[in-house]
């Protein structure tokens, strides 16, 4: 049952969302004014109909319709790559996650969602601007219980003591090599996203030095082909996202 103070999803009829906290006020739409205190009470699935007659359907807001409608600061992890992210390096219920930088928050409530109430999430983050916007969000998908945001550059080390996972998305994941191989326990993962392939290439320059601390690396890039589906023609769509980033998993030996 829907009550004050909860976030709610609506979903007009040309499927465009909307993202609201549940409370004694009116919320202006194109399709009209609706009464938001009319949901208290409500279950998920059911409607909510605007001054001008238009229905909203009203369902429960997951992950994803979080980071699409929360603020950004700097671009976000696309969740194709958070996807690969999170099952490639097996980020479980219970685990600690290393992060930095956190920028939006977007990676982070993917991997919090994924550690779960036991779990931890410490995400290091040099800008305070990103890292207020960051926070915000995290408390806007209810994680404040296990992400905690360190202003701190991670270049100059690491203060936790042990992880099961560190995961970067910052210029130059080699400079966190030499802390990951105190902190990482064995079996735990060590990810990098970078934009471009020369980063790629500088980071297994630097990943010599290291290597006898890990299990064989693995770069991916992934590609997501949407398909148009219409009754009379169904093909792939003619535009997509051509390049996010490069992924790179080493495995603490
Ligand atoms: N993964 C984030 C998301 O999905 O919202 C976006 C991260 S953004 C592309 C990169 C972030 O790394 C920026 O916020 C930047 O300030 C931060 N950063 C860069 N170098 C850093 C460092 N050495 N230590 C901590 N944060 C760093």
Same mark, same amino acid.
């Given at each position: 049952?829907?009550?004050e103070?909860d ?7 040309? &499927?465009?969302?909307?993202? +609201?906290?549940?409370? !004694? #006020? ?8 609706? $009464?938001?205190? @009319?949901l208290i ?6 409607t ?51 992060e ?5 928050g ?9 550690? &779960?109430?036991n779990?931890? +999430?410490?995400?290091? !983050? #040099? ?5 207020r916007i960051?926070q $915000?969000?995290? @408390? ?17 080390g ?8 560190i995961v ?19 079996g ?6 970078t ?7 500088r980071?297994f ?16 890039? +992934?590609?997501?082909? !949407? ?9 792939? $769509?003619?535009?997509m996202?051509?390049?996010?980033g490069y992924?790179?998993?080493i495995?603490?030996l």
């Amino acid at each position: 049952m829907i009550r004050e103070g909860d976030k709610v999803l609506l979903i007009d009829k040309r &499927g465009k969302r909307y993202l +609201v906290t549940v409370s !004694e #006020r009116e919320f202006h739409t194109d399709l009209g004014i609706l $009464k938001l205190g @009319e949901l208290i009470g409500k279950e998920y699935g059911e409607t909510i109909v605007s001054h001008r007659n238009e229905e909203f359907r009203v369902l429960k807001p997951d992950i994803n319709d979080i980071i699409a409608k929360m603020k950004r600061g700097p671009q976000i992890v696309h969740p194709k790559d958070a996807g690969i992210i999170l099952a490639y390096a097996g980020i479980s219920p219970g685990d600690t996650v290393i992060e930095a930088g956190v920028g939006s928050g977007a990676l982070t409530i993917f991997l919090a969602n994924a550690v &779960g109430p036991n779990g931890r +999430v410490i995400s290091y !983050e #040099r800008r305070e601007d990103f890292a207020r916007i960051a926070q $915000k969000n995290i @408390e806007l998908a209810g994680f404040s219980d296990r992400v905690t945001i360190k202003l701190k550059n991670i270049y100059e080390g690491i203060d936790e003591e042990h992880a099961d996972h560190i995961v970067l998305d910052l210029p130059q994941p080699e400079n966190v090599l030499p802390h990951a191989v105190e902190v990482l326990r064995p079996g735990g993962y060590f990810v990098a996203y970078t934009p471009c392939m020369n980063q790629v290439h500088r980071f297994f320059q630097a990943f010599q030095e290291y290597k006898e601390h890990f299990y064989k690396p693995r770069v991916v890039e +992934v590609l997501v082909r !949407e398909q148009e589906v219409k009754k009379e023609c169904m093909r792939p $769509k003619t535009t997509m996202l051509a390049h996010t980033g490069y992924i790179t998993f080493i495995r603490k030996l």
